[in-house]
């Protein structure tokens, strides 16, 4: 079975029916094959990671989990072989948080995200290398945090390409800085507003049972104040009939 055959089989399986990024993948691949450090790699695995790139650098939907399956490699190895091809393609361009939600799935943090980078960007003016992928993945991962938005964390951690003990604590960071920014209280807001609710609830729901009972009491002060009346009425006019007589 040729290349190509075996290209369009994966782009299917992968859902990538675009011509497109079909073709660009055949251009990467056709690129990778003249390069001597590229032959490490599985033919198998190259064509995957290939549509990957395609689909990355023009914004199409791409399934992680399928390509890990077709390729043969565990996320971080795959990741890995991602960042040295991108290398030798000449795309090792500024990851974005636009291209990182998009390939996640997630544009719905994308504001957040962009938010909590820019302001880390501003805050911290000693960092040397603002280009490196750990700030964009720090970010994306914080606003998913956020949103209650469920991400595969090993995922975004291989795309940052920092040793784990280094992502967990880029994370911290990222976490009280948000925390500075006032976002991390999207959450409280709303669990102040639910609570605000279910107080309001409970004080309308005693004032009515007070009402209820103060019209029962009304109703027997009433009899009361009405026996009460006629034992009086009874012993003043007994009093005038004594005087009386």
């Known amino acids: 079975m040729t290349t190509n055959k075996i290209l369009l089989i994966n ?10 990024t079909i073709q660009k993948a055949e251009a990467f691949l056709r690129i990778l094959n003249t390069k001597t450090a590229a032959k490490t790699i599985s033919d198998a695995a190259k064509i995957v990671l290939c549509l990957d790139l395609a689909a990355t650098s023009l914004g199409v939907g791409f399934d992680k989990n399928t390509a890990l399956k077709l390729a043969g ?3 971080g ?3 890995n072989n991602l ?8 795309l090792d361009k500024p990851l974005t948080i636009s291209e990182l939600c998009v390939q996640l799935s997630c544009t719905e943090i994308k504001e ?9 960007k501003e805050h911290d003016t000693k960092i040397k290398d603002i280009r490196h992928p750990q700030y964009v993945a720090a970010a994306v991962f914080t606003s998913c945090k956020l949103k209650r938005v469920k991400v595969d964390k090993s995922q975004l951690r291989a795309i ?3 040793k784990l003990s280094q992502w967990n604590e880029l994370l911290e960071e990222f976490g009280k800085f948000a925390a500075s920014l006032g976002l991390s209280r999207i959450k409280e807001a ?11 609830m409970e004080v309308v729901e005693t004032s009515l049972k007070t009402k209820s009972m103060n019209k029962e009491d009304k109703m027997e002060d009433y009899d009361v104040w009405r026996e009460r009346i006629l034992h009086k009425a009874s012993a003043e006019v007994l009093q005038r009939e004594m005087k009386n007589d």
């Open 160 to 162: 940052s390409r920092l």
């Open 190 to 200: 709303k669990k102040n507003a639910s609570t605000e609710q279910e107080e309001l």
């Open 83 to 90: 960042n040295n091809l991108e290398k030798m393609l000449d």
């Open 73 to 75: 490699l565990r996320k």
């Open 77 to 79: 190895v795959y990741q």
């Open 11 to 20: 782009s299917e399986r992968l859902g990538i029916r675009n011509s497109v």
């Open 112 to 120: 957040t995200a962009e938010t909590i980078l820019q302001s880390y």
